[in-house]
């Protein structure tokens, strides 16, 4: 039985993974700051706050030793109030390059050593759109600086996880109807998330550090 962690699994997409590779009979390790109030109870829900290292660390080394197939870091947050140029909140800009880059590299280091174990060894960093500089039509740039940000940060590393047989992606799940991407999204989770698994199954260690929607078309840099 293959395994996959998700971070921010409580609502909207890692809810939606949960769901979906349960139903496909993976074990998942699902993971919030509130797995209890989330839903989430059972003995492969833990408390992970993406924002607190120790957190992290801790999550990792109650599994030590466990594989883990697929990573999916999704946790992330996109604050919107504040974030135009004249009217910039730069608390708000480090508290989003926080959670958006820098917690994701950090729970990538923490676990490669589980994925490192396991048959499948990969990990996929949800990112967006937005992030691309060459289809970047303006506003917004805490956000899209953020998810930039994770790209170049993946794709620095992906040279390195590839030597140990990992696989790293970066991955738009789309304009998604949920609380961040609000009622009138384009796609449904369902959608989102069904498309996002077939591209994951269709990964090679050929394809490390790239960029791609969630139905497998690469996304420009």
Same mark, same amino acid.
């Given at each position: 039985?293959?395994?996959?962690?998700?971070?921010?699994?409580?609502?909207?997409?890692?809810?939606?993974?949960?769901?979906q590779?349960?139903?496909?009979?993976?074990?998942?390790?699902?993971?919030?700051?509130?797995?209890e109030?989330?839903?989430?109870?059972?003995?492969?829900?833990?408390?992970?706050?993406?924002?607190?290292?120790?957190s992290?660390?801790?999550?990792?080394?109650?599994?030590a030793?466990?594989?883990?197939?697929?990573?999916?870091?999704?946790?992330?947050?996109?604050?919107?109030?504040?974030?135009?140029?004249?009217?910039?909140?730069?608390?708000?800009?480090?508290?989003?390059?926080?959670?958006?880059?820098?917690?994701?590299?950090?729970?990538?280091?923490?676990?490669?050593?589980?994925?490192?174990?396991?048959? /499948?060894?990969?990990?996929?960093?949800?990112?967006?759109? &937005?992030?691309?500089?060459?289809? #970047?039509?303006? $506003?917004? @740039? =805490?956000?899209?600086?953020?998810?930039?940000?994770?790209?170049?940060?993946?794709?620095?590393?992906?040279?390195?996880?590839?030597?140990?047989?990992?696989?790293?992606?970066?991955?738009?799940?789309?304009?998604?109807?949920?609380?961040?991407?609000?009622?009138?999204?384009?796609?449904?989770?369902?959608?989102?998330?069904?498309?996002? /698994?077939?591209?994951?199954?269709?990964?090679?260690?050929? &394809?490390?550090?790239?960029?791609? #929607?969630?139905? $497998?078309n @690469? =996304?420009?840099?």
């Amino acid at each position: 039985m293959p395994t996959v962690l998700v971070t921010g699994a409580s609502r909207g997409i890692g809810r939606e993974f949960v769901l979906q590779y349960r139903k496909a009979g993976w074990r998942v390790i699902a993971t919030c700051r509130d797995p209890e109030g989330a839903g989430l109870k059972n003995s492969d829900a833990f408390e992970l706050d993406v924002s607190d290292p120790v957190s992290i660390k801790n999550v990792a080394n109650i599994l030590a030793g466990d594989p883990i197939d697929l990573l999916i870091n999704n946790a992330g947050i996109h604050l919107a109030k504040h974030a135009n140029f004249g009217n910039l909140d730069y608390d708000a800009w480090d508290e989003v390059m926080w959670i958006n880059v820098l917690a994701p590299l950090r729970v990538a280091e923490c676990f490669a050593p589980h994925v490192a174990l396991s048959d /499948r060894k990969q990990m996929v960093f949800v990112s967006s759109i &937005m992030g691309s500089i060459e289809n #970047n039509s303006g $506003g917004m @740039p =805490i956000y899209r600086s953020s998810k930039a940000a994770l790209n170049q940060a993946v794709r620095s590393v992906a040279p390195e996880l590839r030597s140990k047989g990992i696989t790293s992606l970066l991955i738009h799940p789309g304009w998604v109807r949920t609380d961040m991407g609000g009622p009138n999204a384009a796609i449904d989770a369902q959608t989102s998330v069904r498309g996002m /698994r077939e591209t994951i199954e269709g990964l090679t260690l050929a &394809m490390a550090g790239t960029y791609v #929607n969630y139905d $497998g078309n @690469p =996304i420009p840099w």
